[in-house]
């Protein structure tokens, strides 16, 4: 050994490296999450027990249910913060169930109570609780021995411990499956449903009050002063009726530019195509229509795609200042397709003012889809996709051969959307 090598001790070489944590974040995050499952599992019990067992227990007393079911909403609380601390310990990702919709605040106090007490995303939460009390004693127990006894099996132990929590957290605190989310979607549906019908009635409430009825009015009023100079001064009375036979074509116009307004005739005749056709021919600007339909849709789709087309034409009218429009009308597979293009000044948002959202809310309804791709300067292209529910066969509609669109038929020479597709 060379004098430079005799500082070295003979078993220098065999020596260690520094001591080092060997298990990732990951399986840290996990022990942690396991730690906590004793504390938060018997505080989660004790809430548990005894707002059920006293809720329960006094039930047949003034307050026993509206305690229990106060003891349930607190529950749903629960669940939300484990669903927190599994989200950032366990990495496990699950969604919130949909809020509690216990009635409407008119229907009062007893429809809130029969709500509250029925829910199962409260019930879930109770029974996560309660048998959350053995597990959290037994989780905290083996990972505590393992962390100073067992270190070599740790990291497995652990996993293993933290995936059966995972399953629990998604088994009990998710929301139950697609079917709580659909209904969620169809209260909120059934809303906008409700609240376009009643804004409908009211604007053909204040368009008869302020049209037809005004005008029918004024009829009346010249009809009996004409009734009482007709002895008198026939050329007078004779003047006054004419002017009341045109008040009477102006009426009839008005009423029929209302029915229109509720569904129009060519609509129920001829299809889409036709009266697609007569919207854009009153459009100010040109407008291009392709149809490609073998058969018509449901009469409730084929009349949400008129309107949905003829407020789009409007806007373009009003606000786009294009000089050409295009509307293409196709079906693809079960979904009826609607695109309306324009070559105007672009920037049309949904929350834009012009209608838009109370078109997609009016979509989404019905299960639909409403986008729209509108960038500054280089137009508008609104794209609306209906489910095509077939129409039906007895009672409604016109005949197959009849009330058609009779394949594709264009009043202007235009690309066939599918095609692009």
Known sequence: ?????GAHSPGSDLLPPPVAFAYGR????????????LPAALLGFLYAVISVVLGAGLAVTVIGLPLL???????RRIGSWERARARVLLGVQVEEPSPLRA??????????LWTTLKDPVGWRSVLYSVIRLPWGVLTFTLTLVSLFVLWPVLGYLVRGLANVDRAMVRGLLSPSGELERRIAELESDRGVVVDTAAADLRRIERDLHDGAQARLV?????LGLAKEKLLDDPETAALMVGEAHGEVKLALQ???????????????????DAALSAIASRCTVPVKVNADLDERPAEAIEGIAYFTVSELLQNVSKHSGARTATVEVWRSGARLLIQVRDDGRGGARLDGGTGMAGLADRLGAVDGLFTVDSPPGAGTTV?????????ASAGGGAPA??????GKRSTGAGENPRKRR
């Open 1 to 5: 050994m060379t004098a430079s090598s």
């Open 26 to 37: 990951h399986t840290w995050k996990e022990v942690v999450h396991l730690l906590l499952d």
């Open 383 to 391: 794209t609306a996709e209906l489910p095509w529910r077939e129409r």
């Open 69 to 75: 079911a106060a003891g349930l909403m607190g529950a």
């Open 254 to 272: 008005e009423l029929r530019d209302l029915a229109r307004g509720i569904h129009p005739a060519v609509l129920t005749d001829r299809g889409l």
């Open 401 to 406: 051969g009849r009330g058609r669109s009779a």
């Open 218 to 222: 004024a009829l009346a009023m010249g």
């Open 103 to 112: 009635g409407r605040r008119q229907d009062g106090f007893f429809p809130w």
